[in-house]
C-alpha cells in the first residue's frame, strides 16, 4: 500500500491485491491475478486510520468487480429446472428454474443444461456416471424473476431431451 499526499491532487491510498483459487485436491494454482486500484480519499494533509482503511475497502471492492467474470467461470451459480412448457404446436418451450433474484439472477443471464447418464462397464458391471452438457441454452426472460425462481427462454436443438430436474449452470458473466 502506498499513500501520497499532494495539495492540488488530494490523499491517494493504492492497494495491490492478489486474487488466487487453488484447487484444494492437487495444490495447484488455477487462477492468479493482480489488480491495482486507487481512491483519493480528498485533500487531507494527515489522514486518519478509518480514512485509509476505507480507501483501502473502496480498492478492494473496485478490484472484486474487475474480476468479476473471470472468477464466474469457477464459482458458477448453478440449480436444476423445477418445470417445463410449451406451446400447442411444441416449437417454443420455457422452463422455471430454482433460482432467483435471492440468487442474483437477472434478465437475458445464460444458463446451460446438463445431463446425467448412468454407465455400466460391460466387463467388471462397475457403475459410473457421464455428465454432459445438452445443446440448449436458458435465458432469463425479463420481468419473470421471483426470489427463488425465474423463467427462461429454451433455445437449442435438444429440447426433446429437456426434463424436469435437470442440472443448470450459468455461462460465465461479462463485465
Known amino acids: 500500500m502506498q499513500i501520497g499526499a499532494s495539495l492540488s491532487t488530494g490523499t491517494k491510498v493504492t492497494t495491490r491485491v492478489t486474487f488466487k483459487i487453488i484447487d484444494t485436491k492437487t495444490g495447484e494454482i488455477v487462477f492468479s491475478k493482480q489488480v491495482e486500484e486507487t481512491k483519493n480519499i480528498g485533500n487531507i494533509k494527515y489522514p486518519t486510520y478509518s480514512q485509509i482503511i476505507g480507501g483501502i475497502k473502496d480498492d478492494i471492492m473496485s478490484a472484486l468487480q474487475s474480476v468479476k467474470s473471470e472468477f ?53 458391471g462397475k457403475r459410473s456416471c457421464d455428465k454432459y452438457q445438452l445443446n440448449l441454452t436458458l435465458k432469463v426472460s425479463k420481468n419473470q424473476i421471483q426470489a427463488t425462481s425465474a423463467w427462461t427462454e429454451v433455445e437449442g436443438d435438444d429440447t426433446d431431451k429437456l426434463r424436469a430436474g435437470q442440472i443448470v449452470k450459468r455461462e460465465k458473466l461479462s463485465n
Open 72 to 124: 464466474s467461470q469457477f464459482f458458477s451459480l448453478a440449480g436444476y429446472i423445477v418445470q417445463i412448457r410449451t406451446d400447442k404446436k411444441r416449437k417454443k418451450y420455457i422452463a422455471q428454474i430454482n433460482l432467483g433474484t435471492r440468487d442474483k439472477v437477472s434478465p437475458e443471464q445464460i444458463f446451460k443444461v446438463y445431463q446425467f447418464d448412468e454407465v455400466i462397464d460391460p466387463i467388471t
